[in-house]
């Protein structure tokens, strides 16, 4: 158990949709990183968050956003889902930043349909 | 995009014989980490190696880190069938900083240990 944990662990909506994905990181972690995984794309990183602030930028979607909220956890928000948005959502966190172990949650598997 | 490049892309061997994955990356990196992922689960970090670090061992791992040719392999040596699983190798750019940190992932290489 990396002590990130994620929820839903599971999800299954329509295309036009939008979902929440919640994550609350390990005990002390400042850092909380999301990535999405998908067959094609494999691990692809999306967004990351230290004390509340937006610090590192990936490939993230304008239809997809995220925050940090001042008890550490994070939500990721994803709107107007496609088909191609199915994938495996991981949220991670970290101490801080460079040079950190980054410990990953088990995922949220979103299936749009 | 991909910075990490883990080859073999699949490798299965007998139990008890020793694996070898390999990951090239293309830019400067602080740190390079491995990570096992079991099908559908979440990622479980193995081990860090720093950029000034050639050797580090944790275990029946062994990762080394040339930085010249910016290349890693990791060793599972004496495996066994619950090290069956996807193993990737994340880099982050030597750019991080100031609170931003951002790995970037390999497609993985899946191993299968036969019992």
């Known amino acids: 158990d990396s002590g990130v944990t994620q929820t839903p662990k599971h999800l299954i909506t329509a295309t036009g949709q939008r979902v929440t994905l919640r994550c609350s990181p390990r005990?002390?972690?400042?850092?909380v990183y999301w990535y999405q995984q998908s067959l094609d794309q494999g691990l692809q990183f999306l967004i990351q968050?230290?004390?509340?602030?937006?610090?590192a930028k990936g490939n993230i979607l304008e239809r997809f956003s995220a925050q940090q909220f001042p008890d550490l956890h994070s939500e990721l928000n994803l709107s107007s889902l496609e088909l191609g948005d199915s994938a495996l959502y991981f949220c991670?966190?970290?101490?801080?930043?460079?040079?950190?172990?980054?410990?990953f949650g088990e995922g949220s598997w979103l299936t749009v349909v | 995009s991909q910075q990490g490049e883990e080859d073999p892309q699949a490798l299965s061997i007998q139990e008890g014989e020793n694996a070898t994955m390999n990951c090239s990356y293309k830019?400067?990196?602080?740190?390079l980490q491995w990570y096992r992922q079991n099908s559908g689960r979440g990622l479980v970090h193995l081990i860090l190696?720093?950029?000034?670090?050639r050797e580090k061992h944790s275990g029946r791992l062994r990762v080394t880190l040339d930085t010249s040719k910016k290349s890693s392999s990791l060793l599972i040596t004496a495996s066994r069938a619950a090290d069956t699983a996807s193993y990737f190798c994340?880099?982050?750019?030597?750019?991080?900083?100031?609170?931003?940190?951002?790995?970037?992932f390999g497609k993985g290489t899946k191993l299968s240990v036969i019992p």
């Open positions: 991670a966190s970290s101490v801080a930043g460079v040079g950190n172990t980054i410990y």
């Open positions: 005990s002390g972690d400042l850092s």
């Open positions: 968050y230290y004390n509340g602030e937006e610090r």
């Open positions: 830019t400067s990196i602080n740190n």
């Open positions: 190696i720093r950029s000034n670090e």
């Open positions: 994340a880099t982050d750019a030597l750019e991080s900083g100031a609170g931003s940190y951002q790995l970037t």
